[in-house]
T-cell receptor, first 110, second 116 residues
């Protein structure tokens, strides 16, 4: 069975600071991993995905994530936060259907 | 191009009423998924279609939930005799996926169902 754990339901950073959102996964087979972002009253938008190619994955809006098999992690980072990054972020694992974490709400302060 | 659309965007139902939620996937997308997102939670899988075939309905919470995709395009999620615990946002997603490997899913804006 696959599962995802997102550490920290809320993360607050100052504008310009590093963003780090944590995700650990559990999977009995090589996983496909995704990060989605959800803005209020909107659907989910794909930020990036890992599909067993390069372990460092670059996504949209300056986000990237690194797949670390030894740590079963797929943390999301962005070097410099922008006010527009404030949203809910979901990590997900998939072998067929998507299994989502409970989400991390990112707040960005000026 | 047009993305995934869902209607209605908001639905208020009295307990015991039946509701029908519609999803229009991206044209040409073979796979269609329904998810349920409770307040403050991540989306949870309900069911999956490949064309008109419902290949996985393991996430449907009860036999009051029924989904169909008769022509392999538009899908309808029906909830009979709604209960308060059915209150959630129902998300639809579609993808090009034609085989067993997962593919990027494109999500609609969701339908927020409130059962009073």
């Amino acid at each position: 069975a696959q599962s995802v754990t997102q550490l920290g339901s809320h993360v607050s950073v100052s504008e310009g600071a590093l963003v780090l959102l944590r995700c650990n996964y559990s999977s009995s087979v090589p996983p496909y991993l995704f990060w989605y972002v959800q803005y209020p009253n909107q659907g989910l938008q794909l930020l990036l995905k890992y599909t067993s190619a390069a372990t460092l994955v670059k996504g949209i809006n300056g986000f990237e994530a690194e797949f670390k098999k030894s740590e079963t992690s797929f943390h999301l980072t962005k070097p410099s936060a922008h006010m527009s990054d404030a949203a809910e972020y979901f990590c997900a694992v998939s072998t067929d259907k998507l299994i989502f974490g409970t989400g991390t709400r990112l707040q960005v302060f000026p | 191009g047009a993305g995934v659309s869902q209607s209605p965007r908001y639905k208020v139902a009295k307990r015991g009423q039946d509701v029908a939620l519609r999803c229009d996937p991206i044209s040409g997308h073979v796979s269609l998924f329904w998810y349920q997102q409770a307040l403050g939670q991540g989306p949870e899988f309900l069911t999956y279609f490949q064309n008109e075939a419902q290949l996985d309905k393991s996430g449907l919470p009860s036999d009051r939930f029924f989904a169909e995709r008769p022509e392999g395009s538009v899908s309808t999620l029906k909830i009979q005799r709604t209960q308060q615990e059915d209150s959630a946002v129902y998300l639809c997603a579609s993808s090009f996926r034609t085989g067993p490997l997962p593919d990027e899913q494109y999500f609609g804006p969701g339908t927020r169902l409130t059962v009073t």
